[in-house]
């Protein structure tokens, strides 16, 4: 069964730093694209970034470009967010994502995510 | 970018009545890379149906997609009350930006 956790969310001020992890199981990891959707409390949802299965490719949200870091570790099956510069509009429930039905490499990435992780609060006030 | 639209926001139905969402995209959708989601309170959102028409491992075959090019639409045959949830649907054709829309409510009416 694949399973995905996040973790390392909390309340930061605006201007700082945090990073997440998303800690995989349960399939082949270096295998398979990943990404972070977040989700603002009460809003929809907000694809934030992904990374190709070898790292190769990473793409980003016009939004988060230039101040947050998508990265992978296969050794550990482990994706990282590291998110810099933060604000009020960060805030949002983080989830991990595995790709599905889609390719992405360090060209050209599509596909959709499945399963999701539980998701990570992620909370910007001073 | 591609910018999708659902209708209605929020849907009222009855358990066991039929639910048609419609999820339009302001261009074509390459290769009719369209996925549907749905999300209960509190939990993840999980997906039901991708490329548009395909139902994901796992799915009850009360869900369907259909449609092509900037319409498509996702069906529950007959609402069970597990259902009652929001549903967001995804365009993933547009390399390498994903958009999602901003979800249809169904509640119970």
């Known amino acids: 069964e694949v399973q995905l956790l996040e973790s390392g969310g909390g309340l930061v001020q605006p201007g700082g730093s945090l990073r997440l992890s998303c800690a995989a199981s349960?399939?082949?990891?270096?295998?398979?694209?990943m990404t972070w959707v977040r989700q603002a409390p009460g809003e929809g949802l907000e694809w934030v970034t992904t990374?190709?299965?070898?790292?190769?490719?990473?793409y980003y949200a016009d939004s988060v470009k230039g101040r947050f870091a998508i990265s992978r570790d296969n050794s550990k099956n482990t994706l990282y967010l590291q998110m810099n510069s933060l604000r009020a509009d960060d805030t949002a429930v983080y989830y991990c994502?595995?790709?599905?039905?889609?390719?992405?490499?360090?060209?050209?990435?599509?596909?959709?995510?499945?399963?999701w992780g539980q998701g990570t609060l992620v909370t910007v006030s001073s | 970018e591609i910018v999708l639209t659902q209708s209605p926001g929020t849907l009222s139905l009855s358990p066991g009545e039929r639910a048609t969402l419609s999820c339009r995209a302001s261009?074509?959708?390459?290769?009719?890379?369209l996925a549907w989601y749905q999300q209960k309170p509190g939990q993840a959102p999980r997906l039901l149906i991708y490329?548009?028409?395909s139902r994901a491992t796992g799915i009850p075959d009360r869900f369907s997609g259909s449609g092509s090019g900037t319409d498509f639409t996702l069906t529950i045959g007959r609402l069970e009350p597990e259902d009652f949830a929001v549903y967001y649907c995804?365009?993933?054709?547009?390399?390498?930006?994903?958009?999602f829309g901003p979800g249809t409510k169904v509640d119970i009416k």
């Open positions: 994502a595995k790709f599905a039905d889609g390719f992405c490499d360090a060209t050209r990435c599509y596909g959709c995510f499945d399963p």
């Open positions: 349960g399939f082949t990891f270096s295998s398979y694209a």
């Open positions: 990374i190709s299965g070898s790292g190769a490719g990473t």
């Open positions: 261009q074509s959708v390459s290769s009719n890379y």
């Open positions: 490329r548009a028409s």
């Open positions: 995804q365009q993933y054709g547009s390399s390498p930006i994903f958009t």
